[in-house]
């Protein structure tokens, strides 16, 4: 539950305008601020790889989804 309440707490961070998706811009502002080195091309097909529901952004269940299998114990 406490896991949960921390990817919510950093999807708000990330959703600069508060709109409930996390676009491109946002997306790069999250990718860079982890360290990651990503050119603008590389976060948009990352964007295209997670939108699930196609709509051009990454919503929260999206989010969650990345994250649970980011952060899971491996197998």
Do not use: H, W
């Amino acid at each position: 539950m406490a896991e949960q309440q921390d990817f919510e707490a950093v999807f708000r961070v990330f959703d600069q305008d508060g709109s409930g998706a996390v676009e491109v811009g946002e997306l790069e502002a999250m990718v860079r601020a982890v360290g990651g080195k990503r050119s603008g091309e590389q976060i948009r097909e990352l964007l295209n790889e997670l939108d699930y529901d196609l709509n051009g952004k990454l919503t929260y269940s999206e989010f969650a989804r990345l994250c649970a299998e980011l952060f899971s114990p491996g197998e």
